[in-house]
Each structure stands twice: as C-alpha cells, then as structure tokens.
C-alpha cells in the first residue's frame, strides 16, 4: 500500500490513470458495486529480487515496494492500526552456520533454517518457542501484556498524518486472530497443538481478539476510516490447516466481536489475507463479517469470477490476476484479463497480481500487463 510519509523524491515513470473522483470515493464506491469513474489501480508488490534485477527500478533508485508505487503513479490506499502483536519480540539471532545454511532465531521465537545468501524463500521451520500450555503461560505474561505502552496509539499524530478530509481510503488493521498465532507455533505445531491442546491455541486467539479490540476501541472513535484489513495466512492449495469445525467455532466467534465494533462505526468493508484454497472456511469468513478476499491466489484457489458468482453481491475480490499467467507471455497476459472484464465492470472486484509479483515475470511483459489494464480497465 502506498505509504504517505515517503519522503523519498521519485520521479513517476508513467502517468495516473485518468481520474473523475478522488481514489476514495472510487475505492468505496467500486467495493460497494457502484459505478465509478474507472477501476481503482493499484498492485500488491513485488519479490525483493525484482528491485535487484529489474533494470528499470535499479536504474533509478526504487528499492521497495512503497517507492514502486510511487514510480508507477498508483492509486493511493493506506492502512494503520494498533498494536496486537507479540511485544517485546525475541532476540532475533544465528544460532549456527553450516555450508549453505543457517539457523536463526526469529522475533517470534522460530529457529529457522534459511539460505546463506538470503534469496527469497519460504524458511524451513525447526522449533517453535511454545509447544505446551506452560510455554504459551511465560510468553502471554511477558510478551501479549495489554498494558504495554506499545499498544497505545498515537491519535493526534495518525489525524495530522490521515485526516477526515483526505482523498483515499484509508483502513484500519484488525490483525490476526490465527494466522500469527500459525507463525508462534509453526504449521506442523498448530496442527498438534489444535488437538493436543486446543484450550491453549483457543487462548492464543482469544488473546488475539482482545488486544485488536483494546486497539479498536482506541482508534474508531477518532478516525474515520474507510475498510477494515486483516491477515489469516492459514491455508494452503488443500484447505486450511486447521478443522472447519475448529475455525467455525474457535475462529468466527473472535471475528463477529470485532465486526460488531466495526459495524458501530459504519465500517462494512473487511479484508482479510490468505493465500491458497480458502473455500471451505469462506462461509464463516463472511458469517463473521469478512466480505472481501485479498490477494486471492488463483492456482491454490479458483478463478476469481467463480466465487465472485457464487457469492454474488456479497463478497468482493482485491487481486485474482494469476502470476502464472503474468510470466507465461503476452498473449495469456491478454487472455486472462479478458477473462476478468466482466467481473471488474460488475464491481466488487480490483484485479492486480495475486502475490508479490515474482522476478520470473518479463519487465518489459509486466509493462504491457499494466498499459493493457489501464486500457481496458481505465478512462482510456
């Protein structure tokens, strides 16, 4: 998301889209299935090596994401929120070194195993910190506490950096309420933990869910905010890794709470972040006020016009252009956003590349994906 305390100058290498209204009223307009002037524009990101290979960001300075925003003339999204996260992390540090590996200790208490040369990759997870309820004990008494000074936001310093009479949306951050509880106990640990000590992990998230909405009640009074985001990283090309009735009844509950307060607030968007196949736990997404899916990866999901049917008026969709596609030429680059036009012209539905976008895809290919979607999605 475009950060607004950029200070960095960046001279723009294309032209905004041509505009009507301001990214705001777009944005909750095209989220709500009204019409628009054209298609928010906007991309999730890109891989770190993209910003070492990609010429055209090495030839002139764009180093990250934010940046790269900038550079390609974006629509403007922003997000804040409190802190729910564990706090004071832990030491984070090689524990040893051996060939072309490493073993590092994570802020959340991880061994890791990584490359030596730090290239892009999914670490190789070793141990987790909290494997029994006497673990989860030490670390929520010494590192969740409500009362760390942490979790206080700054207001007055977010309404001098956000105000009410800004031009783009703005969303507040509702956290996780399994997903990082996922990252604490690594995947293999969730998946024992939910069965060998489900007090525990139901714990965690309540945990969780209490400290977004100690932060929410920080925050909503004051800000008045467009959408509401959140992360639940937790399933994979064959569903989620943790029982439907386990989400069902541990999970949902947490997100009805903190909808509840959304809803008091007039805040009736809510994203959440999950990659692979989310459909089976979908249903209690939205039954917990979840309406909005991002960055809907394709190859472990659907095409996004599937669910965009299936749930018809209901659920919105931000992302859904297949990465597979992006890197696989400019004819499929063509074919696939034909495949979407129908669903961006209904609503509900912003289509940008369904992660990061990899190093693999052809500068000069990604280019063309992103004039094709000005012209066919813009005010060309």
Not at 24 to 43: A, K
Not at 129 to 154: A, G, H, L, Q
Not at 281 to 301: H, K, Q, R, S, T
């Amino acid at each position: 998301m475009n950060e607004m305390a950029n200070k960095k100058e960046i001279t723009p290498i294309r032209p905004r889209w041509k505009s009507a209204i301001s990214d705001r009223e777009r944005f909750v307009r095209q989220m709500h299935y009204q019409s628009v002037d054209r298609c928010f524009n906007m991309e999730f990101g890109y891989w770190d090596e993209n910003f070492s290979q990609w010429d055209i960001f090495v030839k002139n300075g764009i180093a990250n994401n934010e940046e790269a925003d900038v550079f390609f003339s974006f629509d403007t999204i922003c997000g804040v929120g409190g802190y729910s996260d564990i706090h004071p992390g832990f030491p984070e540090k090689e524990i040893s070194r051996s060939g072309n590996k490493r073993i590092l200790q994570n802020r959340d208490g991880l061994l890791a195993e990584v490359p030596v040369d730090s290239h892009s990759t999914i670490p190789h997870y070793l141990k987790s910190s909290i494997t029994t309820p006497e673990d989860w004990k030490r670390v929520k008494e010494e590192r969740f506490r409500p009362d760390d000074p942490v979790r206080i936001p700054d207001i007055p310093a977010l309404l001098a950096r956000h105000p009410d009479d800004r031009d783009y949306p703005l969303g507040v951050d509702c956290g996780s309420m399994i997903g990082r509880v996922r990252d604490l106990l690594t995947f293999e640990g969730l998946a024992y933990a939910a069965y060998d000590y489900p007090d525990m992990v139901e714990d965690m998230v309540e945990t969780r869910c209490l400290l977004v909405e100690q932060a929410l009640d920080q925050l909503l009074p004051h800000i008045r905010f467009d959408f509401a985001s959140g992360w639940e990283d937790i399933c994979f090309k064959n569903g989620p890794i943790v029982s439907i009735p386990f989400f069902r009844d541990v999970v949902m509950p947490r997100y009805k709470r903190i909808h509840k307060r959304l809803k008091q607030y007039g805040i009736d968007l809510w994203y959440t972040d999950c990659d692979g196949d989310v459909r089976p736990i979908l249903p209690y997404l939205m039954e917990g006020g979840i309406n909005c899916l991002f960055p809907f990866e394709v190859n472990g999901c659907a095409h996004p016009g599937e669910l965009l049917e299936r749930y018809s008026g209901r659920l919105r969709i931000m992302g859904g252009v297949d990465k597979l596609q992006l890197g696989a030429g400019r004819p499929a680059i063509k074919a696939y956003l034909q495949s979407l036009e129908k669903y961006v012209a209904q609503g509900g539905f912003i289509p940008f590349c369904d992660h990061r976008c990899p190093p693999n895809v052809d500068l000069q290919d990604y280019l063309y994906y992103l004039d094709l979607k000005e012209k066919m999605f813009g005010m060309d």
